[in-house]
């Protein structure tokens, strides 16, 4: 007699059970831990993964074993961004309403390729991508935004788009503060190599930015950054605005295309949520596209990435057809045609979490949220000024701190931080500014506290002393 078949998350008794062992063994994992990531380094993490025996036997364990064991074993070895000394990258806690919701996205399991395999789902989307879209282009007449993966996806996307709109001979023009993601997104659209525009003060420098553009003659795409990985800085968006604008008119090298302006908003991007901060992105509206990440400062897990376009014809380039998919009748009867929302094909339904969590905070919800992250770092910067044996690299734009023992070189520096996640006791990131290298610290947990601040700066300084 066959055994029966596992059963299937569809059926909420057996997956309410299983989810209790999952939370037990998220729980028990993270006592043994004890720490914001798992002491000892890759060696140790990877032998204590090895001894729980063969990921493919020959005969399962059964799934309370497997599910316990495994789940204790990740959590055991988790980086994990909800413990307030895990400030290393922008890499958030999340709600736990958006996990909840993300748990119920995995359950139903609509596929975002065809209306048929996602009715609800569709519709939702459409209704948060043109509410988020409409948040980034207030003024816009038709708004419009992708689901994506997150700023590497929505900075290629943007690139595509543009591509198609000026063909092969588009010049990309960024900052040399810009993420690596637009110099390989060139390369995979077979695009010229980017101009870089230097950032002597880490941010983009508008009267630099118009002596490139002297000296193009064709289509340009110029990529803003509103939100630098390493610093968390704003690009001065209206100057910048405003140079694209001159270059478009032809005024000083004849008869041009213009200057388009895509900014990389995926760490910045949620501040529209703070009624106190959102003026950081004055001309933001400006730009034709614009990234945004909500699995950075908002809270999701990831991913929940967003490109936001200025006007939805731009997408009409991406319309595929695939006859089990969206045929012609299909489509032309009014079944919503989905493929031209994505690269990709099957894909989850990102958007329910993001929509959870637009639902239950609102603006003013995730712009406290926003406004108590940006207050810490600036909190931990005053601490840091008033530390005698610390350096301060700058106040901070966003929720990112750089600091630095005094008189510490680039190699002593570099060794606090691996001392620090080999004893598993903070985790910090690394940024070079100035010649010089940072540690770095990148507040996303709203629950840290200033104990919390407090203890990053005494764990530093003690490693800096051995």
Same mark, same amino acid.
Not at 4 to 21: K, N
Not at 149 to 160: I, K
């Given at each position: 007699?066959? #055994?029966?078949?596992? $059963?299937?998350?569809?059926?909420?008794?057996?997956?309410?059970?299983?989810?209790?062992?999952?939370?037990?063994?998220?729980?028990?994992?993270?006592?043994?831990?004890?720490?914001?990531?798992?002491?000892?380094?890759?060696?140790?993490?990877?032998?204590?993964?090895?001894?729980?025996?063969?990921?493919? =036997?020959?005969?399962?364990?059964?799934?309370?074993?497997?599910?316990?064991?495994?789940?204790?074993?990740?959590?055991?070895?988790?980086?994990?961004?909800?413990? $307030?000394?895990?400030?290393? &990258? *922008?890499?958030?806690? =999340?709600?736990?309403?958006?996990?909840?919701?993300?748990?119920?996205?995995?359950?139903? /399991?609509?596929?975002?390729?065809?209306?048929?395999?996602?009715?609800?789902?569709?519709?939702?989307?459409?209704?948060?991508?043109?509410?988020?879209?409409?948040?980034?282009?207030?003024?816009?007449?038709?708004?419009?935004?992708?689901?994506?993966?997150?700023?590497?996806?929505?900075?290629?996307?943007?690139?595509?788009? #543009?591509?198609?709109?000026?063909?092969?001979?588009?010049?990309?023009?960024?900052?040399? /503060?810009? &993420?690596?993601?637009?110099?390989?997104?060139?390369?995979?659209?077979?695009?010229?190599?980017?101009?870089?525009?230097?950032?002597?003060?880490?941010?983009?420098?508008?009267?630099?930015?118009?002596?490139?553009? +002297?000296?193009?003659?064709?289509?340009?795409?110029?990529?803003?950054?509103?939100?630098?990985?390493?610093?968390?800085?704003?690009?001065?968006?209206?100057?910048?605005?405003?140079?694209?604008?001159? &270059?478009?008119?032809?005024?000083?090298?004849?008869?041009?295309?213009?200057?388009?302006?895509? !900014?990389?908003? #995926?760490?910045?991007?949620? !501040?529209?949520?703070?009624?106190?901060?959102?003026?950081?992105?004055?001309?933001?509206?400006?730009?034709?596209?614009?990234?945004?990440? *909500? &699995?950075?400062?908002?809270?999701?897990?990831?991913?929940?990435?967003?490109?936001?376009?200025?006007?939805?014809?731009?997408?009409?380039?991406?319309?595929?057809?695939?006859?089990?998919?969206?045929?012609?009748?299909?489509?032309?009867?009014?079944?919503?045609?989905?493929?031209?929302?994505?690269?990709?094909?099957?894909?989850?339904?990102?958007?329910?979490?993001?929509?959870?969590?637009?639902?239950?905070?609102?603006?003013?919800?995730?712009?406290?949220?926003?406004?108590?992250?940006?207050?810490?770092?600036? +909190?931990?910067?005053?601490?840091?000024?008033?530390?005698?044996?610390?350096?301060?690299?700058?106040? $901070?734009?966003?929720?990112?701190?750089?600091?630095?023992?005094?008189?510490?070189?680039?190699?002593?520096?570099?060794?606090?931080?691996?001392?620090?996640?080999?004893?598993?006791?903070?985790?910090?990131?690394?940024?070079?500014?100035?010649?010089?290298?940072? *540690?770095?610290?990148?507040?996303?947990? $709203?629950?840290?506290?200033?104990?919390?601040?407090?203890?990053?700066?005494?764990?530093?300084?003690?490693?800096?002393?051995?």
């Amino acid at each position: 007699m066959r #055994a029966a078949p596992p $059963p299937l998350a569809a059926d909420a008794t057996a997956l309410s059970r299983l989810l209790g062992t999952a939370l037990d063994a998220l729980r028990e994992g993270a006592q043994v831990r004890g720490g914001p990531l798992p002491a000892g380094g890759p060696e140790a993490v990877a032998r204590r993964l090895a001894e729980l025996g063969a990921v493919l =036997p020959d005969t399962g364990t059964g799934p309370d074993e497997a599910l316990r064991t495994l789940v204790r074993a990740l959590a055991e070895g988790a980086a994990d961004p909800a413990h $307030p000394l895990c400030a290393a &990258h *922008l890499h958030t806690p =999340p709600l736990a309403l958006a996990a909840a919701a993300d748990l119920a996205a995995s359950a139903l /399991n609509p596929s975002m390729d065809s209306w048929d395999q996602a009715p609800a789902a569709s519709a939702l989307e459409a209704e948060v991508t043109a509410a988020l879209a409409a948040e980034v282009f207030p003024d816009a007449t038709q708004p419009d935004a992708l689901v994506t993966t997150g700023g590497t996806e929505s900075n290629q996307l943007a690139l595509l788009l #543009a591509r198609e709109r000026h063909g092969a001979g588009l010049r990309i023009v960024v900052g040399a /503060n810009a &993420h690596h993601s637009f110099r390989r997104s060139a390369w995979l659209l077979g695009l010229r190599e980017p101009v870089a525009v230097p950032t002597p003060t880490g941010v983009m420098d508008p009267a630099a930015l118009a002596e490139v553009l +002297d000296g193009e003659t064709g289509p340009v795409l110029v990529a803003a950054t509103a939100g630098t990985t390493d610093e968390g800085l704003i690009d001065p968006l209206p100057a910048i605005a405003e140079v694209c604008a001159a &270059h478009g008119s032809g005024s000083r090298s004849g008869s041009r295309s213009g200057a388009e302006l895509h !900014v990389d908003a #995926a760490y910045g991007g949620p !501040v529209l949520f703070s009624r106190t901060h959102r003026r950081l992105l004055d001309g933001l509206d400006r730009a034709r596209t614009v990234t945004v990440d *909500l &699995h950075k400062l908002g809270w999701q897990p990831a991913a929940a990435g967003l490109l936001a376009v200025r006007d939805t014809a731009d997408l009409a380039v991406l319309g595929h057809t695939a006859d089990y998919l969206n045929a012609d009748d299909d489509t032309e009867a009014g079944l919503p045609d989905l493929l031209g929302r994505s690269l990709r094909t099957t894909r989850r339904p990102d958007v329910l979490k993001t929509a959870v969590t637009l639902r239950a905070l609102g603006r003013t919800g995730l712009g406290a949220l926003v406004d108590r992250c940006m207050d810490l770092a600036q +909190d931990l910067a005053g601490l840091v000024e008033k530390a005698p044996g610390l350096d301060l690299k700058g106040r $901070p734009t966003l929720t990112t701190v750089l600091f630095r023992p005094t008189g510490a070189d680039d190699e002593a520096v570099a060794a606090i931080r691996r001392t620090l996640l080999a004893g598993g006791r903070a985790v910090l990131g690394r940024a070079r500014a100035d010649g010089r290298l940072w *540690l770095k610290a990148t507040l996303l947990n $709203p629950h840290t506290t200033p104990g919390d601040l407090a203890e990053i700066l005494t764990l530093v300084e003690g490693s800096a002393h051995r």
